[in-house]
């Protein structure tokens, strides 16, 4: 419901356009399974610069290939 609301608000075309950050791996599962891209954060570290990168070079790598 969530990321229909952000959808719908930032104007995306569909899900596949969301990178969506979080340090829980049911969330992570729940909107890979409608489609967003999701990077797990790990709690003990989290959110950092690192993390971006890595995710961007993921969702490059997944739109692209």
Known sequence: VHMKKI????G???YKEIL????DHYNIRQTKTIGVHAHLVQRKTGMDLREVI???NRYDKKIND
């Open 7 to 10: 959808q719908e608000d930032l």
């Open 20 to 23: 969506f950050f979080d340090d």
């Open 54 to 56: 890595i995710a961007l």
């Open 12 to 14: 995306f075309n569909g």
